[in-house]
């Protein structure tokens, strides 16, 4: 019994002369107990026999869509399923960019659109071609997109020269995965029994009954902190501006439009649940009036038109003001100064978290997939967490903020 039994990983094998460090790869991951299944692309073959492979995993190797297959039909699609994760190792840059591209033209880049568990993505390349702009802009996109990399390493090429371009060790990427299955299985379940309130997306002030203001926010963030909270175990309530995503299932969804309307919803959940996560963008004015008819363009040219606002509520400020044993995590959307104003929040909400980003950074700003986030502590503590998708930053915040609320009792 091996830290990997009872895991099923989906091995993908490419051309390059680094197959044979996949071989003891493979080793590694059978001697942990796991239940490995390879796929190869016809390349890779040229390099390894498949009968390697198959010796050591015990598994018939994928490698050719049009021939019968020897455990499953719909071979691809049982292969993405099957596993708990899938690694590609090496991973060619000639796979990296159809991966980048949607291309399946092979068995295993077709598997690879089909999983929908991590994966993670081991390079081997030579140097220039490692280094060239195109790959370097593949290898950005996927991850954006939420692909692992391990590597590639410094060292020795095939060529016997030095750069940038070698397989990490199967040691590391061997580690890598342990982790990312290992970490989720510490995750699981690790909310139950917590109260969760999230605020999510943006919200709308009427102008007149055909204009409103708002702002940027799509809401992923929020909907991803909500959908991972409820998949570790917690009673989830989601509040929502509109947005155009689908509600994570199992969570308690209250829809609204208004600052105010956010405010009644989030007083009303707010005494029953143990941590709040204010990852909305409330609007933080609204007209004194609306309009009851649509405004009609002035004649006059450069006329203009004058729209008197008042302030909005703060709502996690609030929260902070009426808080018990709860804990308040604040988010902070910066263009500057990010975290001295994050800093400034955190006392302003009463806060015990504040969850900061500059939503000028690449990656970083609204509508992406992806986050990059400083989480601020009221001991003045500012952790920088990397480039991220929301998926995983949101289970990195979950990761911080338990030990508050349990510290909150």
Same mark, same amino acid.
């Given at each position: 019994?091996g %830290? ?6 989906? *091995?993908?094998?490419?051309?390059? &002369? ?25 390349a890779?073959?040229? +390099? ?30 049982? *292969? ?13 840059v @000639? ?8 291309v ?6 077709t598997?690879?659109?089909a999983v929908?568990a ?7 390349a ?7 702009? &195109?790959?370097?802009? @593949?290898v950005?996109? /996927?991850k ?5 990399f ?8 095939a060529?016997?020269i ?5 397989m990490?060790?199967? %040691? ?9 299955l290992?970490?989720?299985? =510490?995750?699981r ?18 102008i ?7 702002? =940027? ?17 917690? %009673?989830?309530t989601?509040?929502?501006? #509109?947005?155009?995503?689908?509600? #994570? ?8 439009q208004?600052?105010?309307?956010? =405010? $009644?919803?989030?007083l ?8 709040? +996560? ?26 203009g *038109?004058?729209?008197q606002l008042v ?10 003001? /009426?808080?018990k044993q709860?804990?308040?995590?604040? +988010?902070?959307?910066?263009? $500057?100064?990010?975290? %001295? @104003?994050?800093r400034?929040k ?8 504040v ?14 997939d992806? @986050?990059?986030v ?6 003045g =503590? ?21 030990p /508050?609320?349990?510290?909150a009792?």
């Open positions: 019994m %830290e990997l039994s009872g895991k099923r990983i989906t *091995l993908g094998v490419t051309g390059g &002369i680094a197959v044979y460090k996949a071989v003891e790869l493979l080793r590694l991951f059978v001697k942990a107990g796991a239940d490995v299944h390879v796929v190869m692309t016809p890779a073959t040229q +390099f390894v026999a498949p009968l390697t492979f198959r010796e050591l995993s015990f598994h018939p190797v994928a490698v050719d869509m049009f021939v019968e297959p020897k455990e499953w039909l719909m071979e691809h699609l049982s *292969l993405a399923e099957s596993g708990d994760i899938m690694v590609v190792a090496p991973a060619t @000639n796979t990296l960019a159809k991966l980048a591209h949607g399946a033209d092979n068995l295993l880049c598997t690879l659109l929908t991590p994966v993670v993505l081991a390079p081997a030579d140097s220039h071609m490692w280094l060239n702009p &195109i790959t370097q802009e @593949n950005a996109k /996927l954006r997109l939420g692909y692992h391990v590597g590639p390493d410094s060292g020795s090429l060529r016997n030095q750069g940038v371009g070698r990490a060790s199967p %040691e590391e990427i061997y580690r890598k995965v342990a982790d990312l290992l970490v989720g299985d =510490r995750r379940d690790d909310w139950r029994g917590r109260r969760v309130l999230v605020t999510a997306g943006p919200t709308q002030e009427p007149d009954p055909v204009r409103y203001l708002t702002n =940027r926010s799509s809401g992923k963030m929020g909907y991803a902190l909500a959908e991972a909270a409820c998949r570790r175990g917690a %009673e989830v989601l509040v929502s501006g #509109p947005v155009n995503l689908a509600p #994570p299932a199992g969570v308690r969804l209250v829809r609204v208004t600052t105010l309307e956010m =405010r $009644e919803a989030a009303a959940a707010f005494p029953e649940v143990d941590v709040v +996560f204010g990852a909305a963008a409330p609007a933080d004015y609204r007209l004194a009036q609306p309009y009851e008819q649509k405004i009609k363009r002035s004649g006059n040219v450069g006329g *038109l004058a729209l302030d909005n509520p703060d709502i996690i400020a609030e929260l902070g003001r /009426l808080k709860q804990v308040v995590v604040a +988010f902070a959307a910066e263009t $500057e100064n990010l975290i %001295e @104003n994050a400034h955190l006392v302003q909400k009463k806060a015990d978290l969850v900061a980003n500059d939503v000028t950074a690449p990656g970083a700003g609204f509508e992406v992806t @986050n990059q400083y989480l601020v502590y009221p001991d =503590r500012a952790e920088k967490l990397d480039l991220l998708p929301k998926t995983e930053v949101a289970e990195q915040i979950l990761d911080r903020v338990l /508050l609320c349990r510290a009792g």
